[in-house]
């Protein structure tokens, strides 16, 4: 049967679209209005010039296309409409065991008043209504869904009375005939239709279900039919099972005698909700983990085997076995409500088992590292390690071993070569340590070029062999260095011997200028103050040692001149003590007078010496030195200066001859070069200060004959003068 197009418009959810036909009657019109989408047609009987067989000819044009017709009947007509006394739809009785093999028969009903009249001259002469029933195919979606209905009645009736523990239901429930009769849905709304199928099945299901189960109203509540009781008494029994089982009991008494006394139990808690909320406060605070799921666990188990799947015990495995479910069939249909029913329990008891095992292997993990701590504590290291290899590999997965093994592999290999190594580095370290001492020692014993040999060997078999020659030549230009370096130093120390003997020799020059200036102006002062006095007495002894001192006093002897105004006093008092004349005295006095001069030009002739060879001395070593402390002789401090000086340039040709790459030292080689002109203008300056002190000696010689002279002639007089030739004798002060 054609659907009608507008209730397909509906049932898609979209507004039907329509036209309306008043004049054109043609066999293509149909087809034009379907091209143009539309879903419907309104015939306009009343306002066209349609008559009953143009309207019969467009019905059967549009019958060929998916366009729904409607007609406006004229109301001169009207008599020819049926009155519609009512309409539904039926099903044929039936039991639950012909519905569930075969599906239950059903069609639409019209009981409908016809009326005929008749007329004569305009005058209705007879008017008859006559009823009929019109029957018409139901649509098989609606028959399917009562079946399904019906069917799913059944299922849960069968399923309450099994948990109630009855048995022969299903027996009787397929014995039970379904028999509606007629449902009418004349002038209901939607809603009006839903509320009165709603209740037309809930009396069927209230029937099945008293069928199947008897005194089903001794336990109803009101408002309630017997279908819902039976499913409330099945779900309070099964709660009341489950509630038991979680606390690790049981109600005591199964089946149908039981549920009286279950019902009880449920009124003293006030409902079933509070019952289960006080029993799972007991069960989460009373008991231990391991109590709680034992239930679930015992209820999982019990499952799977009435499902024949005793094997599943995985989560993989129970998600295999839910997407393998042929949904197609009422079987597969029933197995995915089971195991969706099952599902919640099933994860509880995997994550348990789940929390169980990662427990037991923490703890072994726990104990496998205190036994791995304990043997490096007893320092059993190897041990320790394959301990822990061992765990490693059995907590990873298996295809990975193969790939930790080789890692260990390298692992054991790189630890192996780093002991190698360390031992190596060890040895090379006390080697290095020995070599180090015996390089202190030899330092401590004073060979230091011995250690210096050792420190540089250990140094070259340290490098690598290719900047092994450059090294050496390192050594050698750092022995150049050290060489020159050690030569400057000598002429540097012998350039501080030599201020040391210039000063001390300029200072004892000095001093002894000094000294003998003192011993002139001594002299001279007392030569100033002879005068002749009166006395005279025995003077020989006196006389005799001033004789003595003048005589060397006059050559610039230190002792003499340094007595001789005592011995010459000592000689004028015994003169005038033994004078019996003043030309006596006056002689004496003469010949003091005579030996102080010459004593004090000795005494400045030696001074006077002393002051030019101190010149002479600072002449000579101005240019080498600054004055510093030593003590040895301006002689030998040049010797040493000359020695150095030999001793740098025989290095200087030993280092050319070392290397061929050693370039000239120019300013070293200036240096020495200037020093050497130096030494030679010492040398020369020291010659000239030989000779000038020769001359003075000369000088002074000449000049100690001249005094010797004078004092003779002196002499002559004053034994004249003692002889009575008298003469004027004059005594001139210095």
């Not at 005591?252 to 009286?260: F, I, L, M, Q």
């Not at 360390?422 to 090379?428: G, I, K, L």
């Not at 050496?472 to 022995?479: K, M, P």
């Not at 030696?606 to 080498?624: H, I, P, Y």
Request: hydrophobic share 45%; charged share 25%.
């Amino acid at each position: 049967m054609k659907e009608n197009s507008i209730r397909r418009a509906v049932r898609e959810g979209r507004a039907a679209l329509g036209t309306g036909l008043k004049e054109f009657a043609s066999r293509g019109v149909p087809w034009i209005i379907e091209s143009s989408g539309f879903d419907y047609c309104m015939i306009d009987m009343e306002h066209g010039a349609f008559d009953l067989e143009t309207i019969a000819d467009l019905a059967g044009w549009f019958a060929a296309t998916n366009v729904s017709p409607i007609v406006r009947i004229h109301k001169g007509f009207l008599h020819h409409i049926p009155l519609l006394l009512d309409q539904g739809i039926m099903f044929n009785p039936e039991t639950v065991l012909g519905i569930l093999s075969g599906g239950i028969d059903g069609q639409t009903y019209q009981d409908i008043a016809t009326k005929k009249k008749k007329k004569f001259l305009g005058v209705t002469t007879s008017n008859k209504t006559k009823t009929s029933t019109s029957y018409g195919v139901l649509d098989s979606g609606v028959e399917d869904q009562v079946g399904l209905l019906i069917r799913s009645m059944r299922d849960g009736i069968l399923s309450a009375a099994s948990v109630l523990g009855i048995e022969g239901a299903g027996a009787v429930l397929d014995a039970f005939k379904v028999d509606l009769g007629k449902i009418s849905l004349k002038d209901l709304t939607g809603t009006e239709i839903e509320e009165q199928l709603k209740a037309i099945f809930s009396k069927l299901g209230d029937d099945m279900a008293a069928s199947a189960v008897a005194n089903l109203d001794a336990f109803q509540k009101v408002g309630e039919g017997q279908f819902e009781t039976l499913m409330r008494l099945a779900k309070d029994y099964q709660t009341i099972d489950v509630q038991m089982q979680s606390i690790g009991r049981t109600f005591g008494a199964v089946g149908a005698s039981s549920v009286e006394a279950r019902e009880a139990l449920i009124d003293l808690f006030g409902s079933l909700d509070a019952l289960v909320d006080q029993t799972q406060f007991y069960r989460e605070n009373f008991l231990s983990d391991a109590e709680q799921i034992a239930p679930v666990m015992q209820a999982v188990a019990t499952e799977l085997d009435r499902l024949g799947l005793a094997g599943v015990d995985s989560i993989d495995a129970f998600k295999g076995v839910v997407t393998g479910i042929d949904l197609t069939t009422d079987a597969g249909r029933g197995l995915y409500a089971s195991m969706m029913a099952l599902a919640p329990g099933f994860s509880a008891v995997e994550k348990y088992q789940a929390q169980q095992a990662q427990a037991a292997a923490d703890l072994a993990k726990t104990r496998a590292s205190l036994e791995i701590q304990l043997l490096e504590a007893m320092g059993k290291s190897s041990e320790a390690l394959a301990l822990r290899r061992q765990a490693e590999l059995q907590a990873m997965d298996a295809s990975l071993r193969p790939l930790q093994e080789q890692i260990y592999a390298w692992q054991d290999a790189a630890t192996a070569q780093a002991a190698a190594n360390d031992q190596a580095e060890q040895a090379s370290t006390l080697a290095n340590k020995r070599q180090s001492m015996q390089i202190e020692l030899l330092e401590a014993m004073g060979q230091s070029s011995a250690a210096l040999s050792l420190r540089r060997q250990a140094e070259l078999e340290a490098m690598e062999e290719s900047l092994r020659p450059l090294q050496r030549q390192i050594y050698a230009w750092q022995d150049l260095a050290a060489a020159q370096a050690a030569a400057a130093e000598k002429v540097s120390n012998a350039k501080d011997v030599l201020s040391g003997a210039y000063d001390r020799e300029a200072a004892t020059l000095e001093s002894t200028a000094s000294k003998f200036r003192d011993f002139a102006k001594t002299i001279a002062d007392f030569r100033a103050g002879l005068s002749i006095g009166v006395g005279g007495d025995v003077y020989g002894q006196a006389r005799s040692r001033f004789e003595r001192t003048a005589s060397l006093a006059q050559f610039g002897n230190e002792a003499s001149l340094q007595a001789f105004t005592g011995d010459a006093q000592a000689f004028l008092d015994a003169s005038r003590a033994r004078a019996a004349s003043a030309v006596d005295y006056a002689r004496d006095l003469a010949r003091v007078a005579a030996a102080a001069q010459l004593a004090e030009a000795g005494a400045e002739g030696v001074a006077s010496a002393a002051d030019q060879q101190l010149e002479a001395l600072k002449a000579s070593v101005k240019a080498l030195i600054d004055l510093d402390g030593n003590v040895v002789s301006v002689a030998r401090a040049i010797a040493d200066l000359k020695a150095a000086q030999v001793e740098e340039a025989l290095l200087q040709r030993q280092a050319d001859q070392a290397t061929s790459a050693v370039p000239a030292l120019a300013e070293v080689n200036l240096n020495l070069t200037d020093m050497n002109a130096i030494i030679d203008r010492l040398n020369n300056n020291q010659a000239a200060t030989n000779d000038q002190i020769a001359a003075l000696r000369s000088e002074m010689q000449a000049a100690l004959v001249s005094i010797a002279t004078n004092t003779g002639e002196t002499s002559r007089i004053l034994r004249r003068a003692d002889r009575g030739d008298a003469l004027a004798t004059q005594v001139e002060t210095a």
